[in-house]
């Protein structure tokens, strides 16, 4: 009920600065709306999202398996954890626009340097999560694989992975919001498609109702992905934990 | 130290550690085993006992191959699978019953016969779609000797298997053990404080001396002194003597 409160008190706001502001600077809701409907008719819609919702899901999965499977190493050992960490702490705090620049120069503007760019900016977030759950695993659960000699695959499967499952999630979900703005940069620079290309060229023709049209759009395909897709997988792998009342 | 041509038979192990200590948080050295040996024959079930500290649990680590930071040897002679069950459960809280179980099986996927047995005798038939959180702490136990039954093991390390059971459970336990270690005779060594649970699987008990430990006395249970309580109580008060506690 609240939330229903919540998202009209959001349409009001939205067309009282509409109306505040002139239809030009903030288009009211029914614009966007139909400049929505426009794009999907045409489209473009389809087409610029999913160019981008492939780029995100490239540069998700690079960023994550590279993430889990650095992670786990650093957080094993002590020396590759010495060796590596300064290497973490530039790529940490080395700002995307530098990577994405210097991805497109070395790299020309390609679609393999674009994504390569995304994944690297999201891959120390990945490796930080991952070591902190590789850190956190049982000991004795260690020592009882190693007894029973279970074979690696299995091992990765039924012992490890499972207890990185929570840090795995969590870095999933903060990584899938990092990377979906990231791309959209990305493409704003580099990309002749996407969303992200698509508000670079209404910003530059100052056509606000596009950009609210594509970002609106985008948020919602977002959000689905999360709910239908993120959310039912979390309660899956929590299968196990005893009912919280 | 793997014999592929002993496979199928139990193992037998040489104990010969001339040293083990511990480096103590503080940076002390703790020497925890001096002159430790003893010889233990394939299909024997030997139980080991001493004070607290004395590293009993320990030496089953460096049995099993946990632990390789000591002076010394321990040969081992057999199939070389381990079968261990910790003083804790250590069971995957996020797979069933059953899955614990199947994971250590050397051919996981073809060995049903293998695993409805274990279940049946272990009672856990009613329990094997049920996940490790939602058992009972003498559950959780018998799903752990399952387990390491279900390895088949040459050599069976069990520490303090009945620790923190009622008397009722612990006598069940022991039963079922027993009448798995008949049906498929294993080298099995027990860590116990409790002079009951030695008498009522082993056939021969080893006295550990405190820190640094060695072995004090050898002890020979057969079944003639589980049926004459004068003799088994008098070897009861003779470790208890040595031991140095009640």
């Given at each position: 009920?609240?939330?229903?409160?919540?998202?009209?008190?959001?349409?009001?706001?939205?067309?009282?600065?509409?109306?505040?502001?002139?239809?030009?600077?903030?288009?009211?809701?029914?614009?966007?709306?139909?400049?929505?409907?426009?794009?999907?008719?045409?489209?473009?819609?389809?087409?610029?999202?999913?160019a981008t919702?492939l780029r995100v899901?490239a540069s998700?999965?690079l960023a994550?398996?590279?993430?889990?499977?650095?992670?786990?190493?650093?957080?094993?050992?002590?020396?590759?954890?010495?060796?590596?960490?300064?290497?973490?702490?530039?790529?940490?705090?080395m700002p995307a626009l530098v990577v994405i620049v210097l991805a497109f120069i070395w790299g020309g503007l390609t679609e393999t340097a674009g994504i390569l760019a995304v994944a690297i900016n999201k891959l120390?977030?990945?490796?930080?999560?991952?070591?902190?759950?590789?850190?956190?695993?049982?000991?004795?659960?260690?020592?009882?694989?190693?007894?029973?000699?279970?074979?690696?695959?299995?091992?990765?499967?039924?012992?490890?992975?499972?207890?990185?499952?929570?840090?795995?999630?969590?870095?999933?979900?903060?990584?899938?919001?990092?990377i979906?703005?990231i791309v959209l940069v990305v493409e704003l620079l580099g990309r002749p498609n996407g969303?992200g290309f698509?508000?670079g060229s209404?910003?530059?023709?100052?056509?606000?109702?596009?950009?609210?049209?594509?970002?609106?759009?985008?948020?919602?395909?977002?959000?689905?992905?999360?709910?239908?897709?993120?959310?039912?997988?979390?309660?899956?792998?929590?299968?196990?934990?005893?009912?919280?009342? | 130290?793997?014999?592929?041509?002993?496979?199928?038979?139990?193992?037998?192990?040489?104990?010969?550690?001339?040293?083990?200590?511990?480096?103590?948080?503080?940076?002390?050295?703790?020497?925890?085993?001096?002159?430790?040996?003893?010889?233990?024959?394939?299909?024997?079930?030997?139980?080991?006992?001493?004070?607290?500290?004395?590293?009993?649990?320990?030496?089953?680590?460096?049995?099993?191959?946990?632990?390789?930071?000591?002076?010394?040897?321990?040969?081992?002679?057999?199939?070389?699978?381990?079968?261990?069950?910790?003083?804790?459960?250590?069971?995957?809280?996020?797979?069933?019953?059953?899955?614990?179980?199947?994971?250590?099986?050397?051919?996981?996927?073809?060995?049903?016969?293998?695993?409805?047995?274990?279940?049946?005798?272990?009672?856990?038939?009613?329990?094997?779609?049920?996940?490790?959180?939602?058992?009972?702490?003498?559950?959780?136990?018998?799903?752990?000797?399952?387990?390491?039954?279900?390895?088949?093991?040459?050599?069976?390390?069990?520490?303090?298997?009945?620790?923190?059971?009622?008397?009722?459970?612990?006598?069940?336990?022991?039963?079922?053990?027993?009448?798995?270690?008949?049906?498929?005779?294993?080298?099995?060594?027990?860590?116990?404080?409790?002079?009951?649970?030695?008498?009522?699987?082993?056939?021969?008990?080893?006295?550990?001396?405190?820190?640094?430990?060695?072995?004090?006395?050898?002890?020979?249970?057969?079944?003639?002194?589980?049926?004459?309580?004068?003799?088994?109580?008098?070897?009861?008060?003779?470790?208890?003597?040595?031991?140095?506690?009640?």
């Amino acid at each position: 009920m609240l939330r229903i409160v919540s998202l009209l008190l959001f349409l009001g706001v939205w067309l009282a600065a509409s109306m505040m502001a002139g239809a030009r600077l903030v288009p009211a809701p029914q614009q966007v709306g139909l400049a929505f409907l426009e794009e999907l008719m045409s489209g473009a819609m389809l087409a610029n999202m999913g160019a981008t919702l492939l780029r995100v899901a490239a540069s998700f999965t690079l960023a994550m398996a590279l993430g889990v499977a650095i992670g786990i190493a650093m957080g094993r050992s002590r020396k590759v954890d010495r060796l590596f960490d300064p290497w973490l702490l530039i790529l940490l705090n080395m700002p995307a626009l530098v990577v994405i620049v210097l991805a497109f120069i070395w790299g020309g503007l390609t679609e393999t340097a674009g994504i390569l760019a995304v994944a690297i900016n999201k891959l120390p977030n990945t490796v930080v999560t991952i070591r902190e759950g590789a850190r956190a695993m049982d000991r004795g659960l260690k020592d009882m694989a190693d007894v029973f000699q279970i074979p690696r695959l299995a091992r990765l499967r039924h012992v490890v992975l499972p207890q990185l499952a929570p840090y795995i999630a969590a870095g999933s979900r903060s990584g899938l919001s990092l990377i979906w703005k990231i791309v959209l940069v990305v493409e704003l620079l580099g990309r002749p498609n996407g969303v992200g290309f698509e508000i670079g060229s209404a910003f530059q023709l100052f056509d606000v109702t596009r950009i609210l049209a594509y970002s609106f759009a985008f948020v919602l395909v977002m959000l689905t992905i999360e709910m239908s897709l993120v959310q039912p997988i979390e309660r899956r792998i929590a299968r196990w934990r005893p009912r919280q009342s | 130290m793997k014999d592929v041509s002993h496979a199928g038979v139990p193992d037998s192990l040489d104990v010969a550690i001339q040293r083990k200590a511990f480096e103590s948080s503080s940076g002390a050295r703790i020497e925890v085993m001096a002159d430790l040996r003893f010889r233990i024959e394939s299909a024997q079930t030997v139980a080991i006992m001493g004070p607290s500290g004395c590293g009993k649990s320990t030496l089953l680590r460096m049995i099993a191959g946990l632990d390789a930071d000591y002076e010394g040897g321990i040969v081992r002679e057999g199939q070389g699978r381990t079968g261990f069950v910790f003083q804790e459960p250590t069971l995957l809280a996020w797979r069933t019953v059953e899955q614990n179980i199947r994971l250590v099986m050397q051919r996981p996927d073809d060995q049903d016969a293998l695993l409805e047995g274990i279940l049946e005798r272990m009672e856990l038939m009613a329990h094997r779609r049920h996940f490790p959180g939602e058992l009972s702490v003498g559950l959780a136990r018998r799903v752990a000797i399952g387990r390491a039954l279900a390895a088949l093991p040459g050599l069976l390390l069990l520490d303090e298997p009945f620790a923190s059971l009622d008397a009722p459970l612990i006598a069940r336990l022991q039963a079922q053990l027993k009448a798995e270690l008949a049906l498929r005779p294993t080298t099995t060594i027990l860590v116990t404080h409790r002079f009951e649970d030695a008498l009522s699987i082993a056939s021969r008990v080893l006295v550990f001396s405190a820190r640094p430990s060695h072995v004090l006395a050898d002890i020979a249970l057969g079944p003639d002194v589980q049926a004459d309580p004068a003799r088994a109580d008098a070897i009861r008060r003779e470790i208890e003597h040595v031991i140095g506690q009640p």
